[in-house]
């Protein structure tokens, strides 16, 4: 599973004391136990889709801290975080192209959009972008 894999990246993180990647690994492993716990409550397990969203969630909170220091130009923070979004985006699936996300919408019998997105979030959550989805579909 992929917590397991960030579980063993964190574990050499701290042997290799490299800050950064600890500093990251933190972050994303205690929103993957808050998420956990989350799911827990209504009876359900954590798969590694839920995690796939966890890391893009964390990947734009990312971006978004990144640009703020770029205004100040405060670059060592820029750097820093820059390397933190390259560990987490190793952890992300290949997502779905849109040639890839038509042909599986024209597979479809029902092509509403409430049936077409419950498909996606159901079948391949966090291997693509819903906005891209509901992009595609309104194209269709």
């Known amino acids: 599973m992929l917590v397991d894999e960030i579980k063993k990246a964190n574990v050499q993180a701290m042997k290799d004391k490299d800050a950064v990647a600890r500093g990251i690994y933190s972050v994303i492993l205690n929103k993957i ?6 799911k827990r409550e209504k009876g359900e397990e954590l798969v590694d889709g839920d995690v796939s969203n966890i890391l893009q969630k964390t990947i734009k909170e990312l971006e978004d801290e990144k640009q703020n220091y770029a205004k100040v130009n405060n670059t060592e923070e820029v750097e820093r975080i820059s390397a933190q979004i390259e560990i987490a985006s190793k952890y992300l699936p290949k997502m779905l192209t849109k040639e890839e996300i038509a042909g599986i919408i024209n597979a479809l019998e029902d092509k509403s959009i409430p049936a077409v997105m419950k498909h996606f979030k159901m079948n391949y959550n966090g291997k693509c972008d819903m906005r891209v989805v509901q992009e595609v ?3 269709i």
Do not use: V
């Not at 136990?33 to 989350?38: A, D, G, N, S």
């Open 137 to 139: 579909l309104k194209g």
């Open 33 to 38: 136990m808050l998420e956990t716990i989350k």
